[in-house]
């Protein structure tokens, strides 16, 4: 029997995640069970013994792996799978669910994603991604989540997601929000050194990201252009800026306008290297996906076409007709 691997967040949209599994199972067993594969439940106690658990089914040979949650899945579905061949189905269930915007991958809609994943995997209907590498330059600090695949940060917007994640408040649009505002209105200017295509950028930073994709900050529309299939980072950087203007170009962004501003650099690039620098205030903990990654200094590098993404058909030759090559 060819093995497929399921692994749910149970506490993802207050335990709808769970029901959406339920669905899942259900149309997987009905579409592949007499074309000879066996849907496995690979859903740990924790999220460490979920990832254990993926692990040894990985190694053991799956065939697909699908992980039904918010961004943190995804977050944990790449780290298992890059370097593995196996591709990655994704049945969004979180709060932002910001990568499969991207794919324009239904959200809400359980069954008709897991008939559309069904299909992918039947016909092998695989959209191939670029996915950006983190390496600490510094051998006495440890990586989390080395591996990320839309967008990392590391300037209020790292702030916002790092305050966001421990606020009590229960929703997590309002948490995003109200971090947002006390993090723009008390904007900080982190010291960074950044060495971008030989070129190195020493100075205080108020925004940092780097795109694969484009969304980010539950469902913020930050870098229209980014794809990741073209073999390129779109990284974005402020400095200069004011709070008032960086509260303007957040809520353009929340309304899907593309961000713009004399104060906001683009550069596209497959490697960079940020450190610390000389003058502003200490850097956040770099997030990526919205998880943590780690502290400067850091290498990222993009590795174009390192993971197989499970879509339906039709989808797979929209989205080819979108890239850049």
């Not at 061949?85 to 959200?107: E, K, M, T, W, Y």
């Not at 974005?236 to 509260?247: N, Q, R, T």
């Amino acid at each position: 029997m060819k093995e497929i691997g399921i692994i749910v967040n149970p506490l993802a949209n207050r335990g709808q995640a769970v029901v959406y599994a339920r669905t899942v199972i259900k149309i997987f067993n009905e579409v592949l069970s007499d074309k000879g594969y066996d849907i496995l439940d690979l859903t740990g106690q924790t999220y460490e013994h979920s990832q254990s658990l993926g692990k040894k089914a990985i190694d053991r040979g799956l065939v697909a792996l699908i992980v039904i949650g918010g961004d943190g899945m995804v977050s944990m579905g790449v780290n298992l799978l890059v370097g593995k061949n196996v591709p990655l189905g994704i049945v969004p269930a979180g709060s932002g669910n910001d990568f499969v915007r991207s794919l324009q991958v239904p959200i809400n809609q359980p069954e008709i994603v897991a008939r559309g994943l069904a299909a992918g995997i039947l016909k092998k209907s695989y959209y191939s991604i670029d996915i950006g590498e983190v390496k600490s330059l510094d051998k006495t600090k440890s990586i989390k989540n080395r591996y990320f695949v839309s967008i990392l940060c590391g300037g209020v917007d790292a702030a916002i997601s790092n305050m966001a994640n421990i606020s009590p408040i229960p929703s997590a649009a309002m948490r995003y929000l109200s971090a947002s505002f006390w993090q723009l209105v008390n904007l900080p200017h982190y010291g960074y050194k950044l060495t971008i295509n030989n070129q190195a950028i020493d100075k205080p930073l108020e925004l940092l990201a780097i795109c694969n994709t484009s969304y980010y900050g539950n469902g913020i529309k930050i870098c229209k252009e980014a794809d990741p299939t073209d073999g390129f980072f779109n990284i974005m950087y402020s400095s200069g800026i004011s709070a008032f203007k960086a509260v303007y170009i957040f809520i353009k962004a929340m309304l899907g306008i593309s961000v713009s501003h004399k104060t906001v650099t683009r550069i596209k690039a497959n490697k960079l290297v940020i450190e610390s620098g000389g003058t502003g205030q200490t850097p956040p903990i770099i997030q990526a996906d919205g998880e943590a990654v780690g502290q400067t200094p850091l290498e990222i590098k993009l590795i174009p076409k390192a993971l197989d993404i499970i879509v339906p058909p039709k989808v797979l030759t929209k989205l080819n007709s979108q890239c850049s090559y």
